[in-house]
Nanobody, 124 residues
């Protein structure tokens, strides 16, 4: 069975850091791009970051550039997203998703495997 297990969310103060993990199984990890998306109440799902299948190329939405980083451990089938300098507007349910392509896409509809989400709460 395909599984994406997102973890690492929690409560943090403004300016704090969290590291999210996405553990994948059940599909050829090396052939998939992995993305992080988030959704806050009343807002649309937003692409946050993505790493391509080789781990050599990453993309970030403008609002997190310079604060977030994404990396992958292809030996462990895990993708990490390090989130620094967190702001209240980063508060959301964060999902990791897998796309059966080497390259990232900004469109959530192009990812066909999704994790259950991990909640990030940022207090001001």
């Amino acid at each position: 069975d395909v599984q994406l297990q997102a973890s690492g969310g929690g409560l943090v103060q403004t300016g704090g850091s969290l590291r999210l993990s996405c553990a994948a199984s059940g599909f050829p990890f090396d052939d998939y791009a992995i993305g992080w998306f988030r959704q806050a109440p009343g807002r649309e799902r937003e692409g946050v970051s993505c790493i391509n299948s080789s781990g050599r190329s990453t993309v970030f939405t403008d609002s997190v550039k310079g604060r977030f980083n994404i990396s992958s451990d292809n030996a462990k089938n895990v993708v990490y997203m390090q989130m620094n300098s967190l702001k209240p507007e980063d508060m959301a349910l964060y999902y990791c998703a897998a796309r059966p392509d080497s390259y990232c896409s900004r469109y959530w509809s192009r990812y066909n495997h999704w994790g259950q989400g991990t909640l990030v709460t940022v207090s001001s």
